[in-house]
């Protein structure tokens, strides 16, 4: 996470940066902070497939499904052609 946060400060905007700073926070397990760091983005703009995956693995994690496939709907609706949206949403 420390390359996302020196990317960040340089350029606060970089998508790449704020989608593994995400990831780097599923990987570390702290899901309630990856959500809402997820949900903060996602409300900037940010629509990549990704960062909806990302978002629903952290809810799934949590055990609530039932936003995780909310999440999964909305990036598919953002995103119509990611087929790892479509598949992961069924």
Known sequence: MEKAEVV?????????????????????????????????????????????????SAYLAKQNAGEAEKTLRQGISNNPKSGALHFRAG
């Open 8 to 56: 960040l400060k340089e350029q606060p905007t970089n998508e790449e940066a704020l989608l593994l700073k995400g990831g780097s926070l599923l990987a570390k397990k702290e899901n309630d902070r990856a959500i809402q760091f997820l949900k903060e983005i996602s409300d900037k703009g940010v629509r990549a497939p990704d960062a909806y995956l990302m978002l629903a």
